[in-house]
């Protein structure tokens, strides 16, 4: 229990005992509104899985795993017409983690190491709070410029030698899609860090440079470690950010199309053609005129909703196990 | 302060290669901690440079049309439109997100007993957690039907409201959990002094706790409606424009905003960017010039945001 925790207790036993048994009816009053504000949020939430809930799962139940295995597709639900087969989510599944994956490898390492220069290198100086606000800021700068900046960056000047085809990332490549939500998700990967950083006690470090330790050996034997826990729940749950993101894949070309399949295509091929992600399904089907795919799109919301839920649920799991109190 | 950190008052080592890579170890932090800054200054050039090419190459006239209307693809570039379904939506969701968010922080803050908030602090970070897209269509299928268009018989089934209610429901939890922590660092001493005169709960709760978090909490709404304006997909689905729409002062109507715009543009770049000439190329172009709009408003709301922020952790 902590001191605030105390304190409340401690305000509410002082309170009983001053008022007896008389109700003080606007205070009674007004406590109820505002549980009633969190009871209203609880509403939507409920009314919202309940309304995803009711439209998706019975196409899950009824298509099984062939939901997860197939491909885009124009056909809602069986039978199809000609050839086709009924839409599925693999794609999307496959797409959106591999970006997952693109973003734990380039913003992780850049996020900590960008922590660690911040709350164990740098001295108070006049760049050290520049930078601090500069990372504030971009943590509040809307996803869709982001998005932008993917498309300027990462889609044309990387993407193509000197307007042609080829380039580092390959154009409207996943590689593109992965770096752009790596950026997007920096900031917050940075923050987090950083206060897990600040957690580790001071005079952990002081041991270390009593020994005789240089700095880099304190942060890596002793600070790092200690932080672990923190850093880990916090790059988790931005991973869980990245995952539901769309606005940003929007703009550096996720396909937006149906007749695409890269069911035969070999791994490396997977990563430089076009692709998606469940969210730009989610998008894509709930756009659609046919009324069929709406179901679809909440099915599809059911498998995003749980990816994202399986991400905080790890985060959740590893603070407990390894969570330090000082 | 607890973040001031210690470095090795002498270097004691003396051995050539520990000192070496300590310096070389330090560089790469050093350009670790740089390239924050240059994801701000690559934002800031593309945008400038692709909106200058943008303002160059139109009819300035385009801008601000007679009648207003967004229409990139005919070369009609009204910002009125843009401007007027942002402050619609913003303002709606603004209107959600106020009440809910201030009250859920003020019990969580003040009244909730520590196992009580345990239990309840987790809606709100659910709520957080929802992705934009879900909340996009959870917006078409239940709140434009079920609230909006019982509220006014008149409604589309798309609208900026419908919109505007998911975005409020998205900014919610940011506007009590910044809220939430500038309650929190009220010093106990303020509200023991309060009781101590004879004040009650509620009064100790409206007129001394309240007041004495009021920057905390401006830097709450103010970033909150950074977050509502920034705020992409609820809108691009909910709103109900596929491309172009029409000026609109009616929260009832299909509309559109700066956002949704641009998600809309991006679902055709290719078909912009790539039709040639100079009239296909600058719809593409005028997504940057949106951009750049859209981050100089939120950038401004942050900073100010932030300085408030800053003065609830120097005060207490």
């Known amino acids: 229990m902590s001191a605030t925790d105390l304190v409340v207790t401690r305000e509410i036993t002082v309170d009983r005992a001053l008022r007896g048994r008389r109700i003080d009816v606007a205070g009674v009053a007004f406590q109820t509104l505002l549980l009633l504000c969190l009871l209203v949020c609880l509403f939507f ?4 899985v ?30 199809c017409l000609s050839t086709l087969k009924p839409a599925g989510v693999a794609q999307g599944i496959f797409g959106s983690l591999a970006l997952a994956i693109l973003v734990v490898i380039v913003s992780f390492p850049l996020g900590i190491a960008t922590a660690v220069y911040l709350e164990e290198y740098a001295k108070e100086s006049r760049l050290k709070r520049f930078v601090q606000l500069n990372i504030r800021n971009l943590s ?63 005079s952990l470090r002081e041991g270390g440079y009593g020994v005789g330790a240089t700095k880099w050996e304190v942060t890596r034997r002793l600070v790092l470690p200690n932080a672990f826990a923190g850093i880990l729940t916090g790059t988790v749950l931005s991973l869980s950010r990245a995952l539901g993101e769309t606005a940003p ?5 996720a396909f937006y199309g149906t007749f695409f399949t890269t069911g035969d295509a070999s791994f490396t091929e997977k990563f430089s053609t076009t692709y998606t992600a469940l969210p730009q399904i989610v998008f894509q089907w709930t756009t659609d005129p046919d009324r069929a795919f709406t179901n679809l799109a909440a099915a599809a919301i059911l498998v995003l909703l749980s990816l994202t839920l399986l991400a905080n649920l790890t985060a959740v799991l590893l603070r407990n196990r390894y969570e330090k109190r000082w | 302060m607890a973040g001031v950190t210690t470095h090795p008052a002498v270097d004691l080592s003396g051995n050539r290669r520990r000192i070496v890579r300590e310096r070389v170890i330090h ?9 924050s800054l240059v994801i701000s200054v690559a934002i800031i050039v593309t945008l400038l440079g692709k909106s200058f090419e943008f303002l160059t190459n139109i009819d300035l006239a385009d ?34 997100a106020t009440p809910l968010g201030l009250g859920a922080a003020i019990y969580l803050a003040e009244y909730a007993r520590p196992r009580v908030r345990r239990i309840l602090k987790p809606i709100l970070e659910v709520l957080a957690g929802i992705p934009s897209i879900v909340l996009g269509f959870f917006a078409i299928q239940w709140l434009g039907p079920q609230i909006v268009q019982r509220v006014s018989s008149e409604a589309d089934a798309f609208s900026l409201a419908a919109a505007g209610l998911g975005v409020g429901l998205l900014v919610t939890p940011l506007v009590a959990s910044v809220s939430e922590d500038a309650m929190r660092a009220v010093p106990h001493s303020l509200r023991e002094a309060s009781y101590g005169m004879g004040a009650r709960k509620l009064t100790t709760v409206t007129r001394i706790v309240f007041p004495a978090a009021i920057s905390g909490i401006v830097a709450a709404l103010l970033l909150a409606a950074s977050r509502a304006i920034g705020e992409t997909m609820v809108v691009a689905l909910a709103a109900g424009s596929i491309g172009d729409a029409n000026y609109t002062q009616d929260v009832f109507d299909v509309g559109t905003t700066i956002t ?25 172009n005028s997504l940057f010039f949106l951009g750049l709009l859209l981050f100089l408003v939120t950038f401004a709301l942050n900073l100010v945001g932030d300085v408030f922020v800053r003065r609830v952790r120097e005060k207490y």
């Open chain 2, 27 to 35: 560089l790469l932090f050093l350009a670790a901690g740089v390239s």
């Open chain 1, 45 to 48: 939430i409920i009314v919202l």
């Open chain 1, 140 to 202: 509040g700068v809307p996803s869709v410029v982001y998005g932008l900046l993917g498309l300027a960056v990462f889609v044309q000047i990387l993407g193509t030698n000197r307007g042609e085809g080829g380039g580092f990332t390959g154009g409207r490549t996943i590689i593109s899609g992965g770096l752009t939500l790596a950026i997007l998700v920096l900031p917050i990967v940075i923050i987090t860090a950083s206060e897990a950083l600040r957690a580790v006690p001071q």
């Open chain 1, 249 to 253: 894949l929007i703009l550096v070309g």
């Open chain 1, 50 to 79: 309940g309304t995803v809930w009711s439209d998706g799962w019975p196409v899950i139940q009824e298509r099984g795993t062939s939901f997860f295995t197939s491909d885009l597709s124009r056909c809602s639900e069986e039978p």
């Open chain 2, 260 to 284: 949704a715009a641009m998600a809309q543009l991006a679902v055709g770049t290719d078909k912009v960017a790539a039709g040639g000439g100079r009239g296909a190329g600058q719809a593409y």
């Open chain 2, 63 to 96: 801008l601000w049309t007679e009648p207003h209307k967004w229409g990139p693809r005919v070369a009609k570039y009204d910002l009125a439109t843009l401007f007027m379904g942002t402050l619609l939506v913003a303002g709606v969701a603004m209107l959600v």
